[in-house]
Structures are given as C-alpha cells and as structure tokens.
C-alpha cells in the first residue's frame, strides 16, 4: 500500500497530507493485555492518529503512516502541562510534519503540504516550518490556530487583533454542511492575510526563538439569523501575496474534511470499533489493516463520481471486476470492463444496496458488505480451482 500511494503521489502537482485523530471508544476490556479500559467512572481513552495523502482535488491517494495508542488516566491538566514536548499526545503532530518533510524530499516536483486542525496549533511546529537554505526540503504546512498568540514587540497586539485590522484581499464563498444544530447553506467569507511574529514560548528548559508565519483570517461578517458566523484563522508557511493565493489556502483547508469522511468510514463502515481481539499488538496489527481497506472504500466513492466513465480497471482487477459482474448479473463478463460507476454500484448492490432510481449513489457501509461477498466468493473460487487441479 504504502509503495503504492508513493506512485500516486509522485503524479500531483500538489498533495495534501492531512493528520487528525480519532478516539476509538467502545472497544473490548483487554487491560492487562497490553490495552486498557474503558469506564464512565475511570475513563481510559483509545486515539488513532493516521496522515493520509489526498489530491488538491480531495481523492484520498492512501495512508502514510498512524499512530495507536491509550491515554493515561493519571496525567490530566496541570501535570500534563509540565511534561516535555516529546512526552504529551501532541509530539505526534511533530512527527507528522517530519513525515510530510521526507515525502517532500522524495518527490522535489510535488509541493507536499501538511494540513492539520486547531489541535496542530504547536509553536514548535511553526519553528520546524521555517525555511532556510541549509534545510530545502522543508514541506508547507496549513493550520488552524487555537491559540490568540502576542505578537512580537514592535507590532503590538494579538493575532486575532492585527489579523483584524489587515486590509480585506477580497471576498469567497464556502459551502457548510449541514450538522447537528446547523443548517447547510452557502457562507461569504471576507479575507485578511498578513505576515505575523510570534512571542517566544515558554517551554520547560527551553527558550524557543521567535517565529514568524502568515496568516490567512477568513470571517463571515453578516451571517444568517440564529446562524454562528463561520471563522477561520489559517497560519502557514507558505506566501500569500494575493486574493487567489489565499483562497487555494481555504480550499485546501476545507479538503481536511475528507479525514473526517474517512474516518466514518473506518467506524461505521469497517466497525473497527466492534472489534474483539485479545492483546493489543492483535488489534494494533487489525487495525492498521483495515486503515487500508477503508481507504480503498473511500477512494472508491470518490472515483465512482468524479471518474465515473473511465474503466473499472483503473482500482480493480480482471479477476475482481469479473467476480463482481458474475455474481450479479449470473452471466459471462462483458470483454470490455464496465465503467467505475457501474462496477462500483454492482459491487454495492452484493452488499445490499437497491440501486433504485431515487437512492442516490451507494455509502461505504454497503460498499463494505459487498467488500466482504467479494472476497469470499474470490476464496471459493481459488479453493475450487486448486481442488479441480489435483482431481
């Protein structure tokens, strides 16, 4: 997988190498066994962070690496906050941006940028953004900021403030889904950008320098009645001279919802969650395999609509899309492979979709099941061929 998502990234002009993290929550007492618990009264916390490389026009090209892991009860508030960079939950962001940075290395002709939301807001990353002639290789990053940091002496105020009083660039429009308690609808966003200069941070045993960034302030100034104005503050390393500049910026920043997509995928669709293993190498070891079946599962819907004419054999093989057409249509295959679109619709209907006029175009849930018929049928077959050759 991984050398394959290697290739596609080598053929983009620009990939987004997107890292969040997810909890896992309902999955089986193994404490003892290498994992821990789960309790309302003595909370222990399963996270799975994965960076996951997609198109600047959001097709997911696979998954580059995840960490797994429990979190400890015993360190909250204050006593986290006295641990070392390297020993907190948010080392990992670094170490995500040290991956984009070799992906970077590895392919010069490919701008790698590293996306991430308000919980990638780390001064240390910034530090580790900044270019310098003796360390070219260095990815772009795009991120959320949290913090409403001081900004340098000599530009007084915070960064929300002096993103503020920055000249307008200009304004776009942005579509919001519709979630619990908001309504989907169309936003106008007015667009500030300038270059910023962060105070140095406070770290134990440590003084890190100063840290200058840009920042892109995207705020929607007359929002719906009874709506919560949308507002993004966007920090990079990245120019941003012009309007058109800082909108490829928003919209890279809105493809990170495809991490959340994929991550929906991976709970409902592949019910990682359900699982039932009985040490936690085991499940470490399941789980990184299903981060690759619910790529393919993502890929695949992705494709089935913006490629939906081109050849199936572009994401399945002879012997798959055959299966497929068998199984379904009770009749020899085609010579010419079916479109993405139909070999995908079929391998959902295997799952239960109903491919009705009015149902739309099928979810990852279904696209599941059909996964798993597939791949019975595929292991009867080989079964029946080995059996046929001895005979």
Known sequence: HSRATLRRIAAEPVVLLVQDTTFLSDIRDLQGRGVGTLRVTKRAEYLLHPSVAFSESRVNLGVLGHHFWQRP????????????????????????????CALQALNPETLVVNVADREGDIYEWFLAGEFDEEVPDRAGYLIRA????????????????????????????????????????????????????????????????????????????????GETALEWMLLTNLPVDH??????????????????????????????????????????????????????????????????????????????????????????????????????????????????????????ETLWRGFNVLRQSMQALEITTTVGQRA
């Not at 641990?83 to 995500?96: A, I, N, Q």
């Open 73 to 100: 009860q015993e360190r909250t508030g204050r006593r986290r906050e006295r641990c070392l960079l390297e020993e907190k939950e948010s080392y990992r962001w670094l170490l995500g941006y040290d991956m984009a």
């Open 146 to 225: 949290k913090c409403n940091r001081r900004v340098a002496p000599g530009e007084n105020g915070s960064l929300w403030e002096r993103l503020a009083q920055a000249p307008v660039l200009g304004q776009t429009t942005v579509s919001i889904t519709k979630r619990p308690g908001r309504r989907a609808r169309v936003a106008t966003l007015r667009v500030h950008a300038r270059t910023v200069t962060f105070h140095r941070a406070h770290r134990r045993g440590r003084n890190p320098a100063p840290v200058t960034v840009t920042a892109v302030y995207a705020r929607e100034s007359q929002p719906p009645a």
């Open 243 to 364: 309007f058109a500049a800082a909108q490829r910026l928003i919209g890279w920043y809105q493809a990170r919802w495809e991490i959340e997509l994929y991550f929906r995928i991976l709970k409902q669709g592949c019910r990682i969650e359900d699982l039932r293993l009985e040490t936690a190498q085991r499940l470490e070891r399941c789980i990184a395999v299903y981060l690759i079946v619910a790529w393919r599962l993502h890929y695949l819907t992705q494709i089935a609509r913006s490629q939906a004419t081109a050849p199936c054999t572009q994401a399945f093989s002879p012997a798959e899309w055959q299966t497929i057409y068998v199984l379904l249509k009770q009749q020899p295959p085609p010579a010419e492979p079916p479109s993405m679109r139909e070999i995908v619709r079929m391998l959902a209907q295997l799952g239960g979709f109903l491919a009705r006029k009015g149902d739309g175009e099928p979810g990852s």
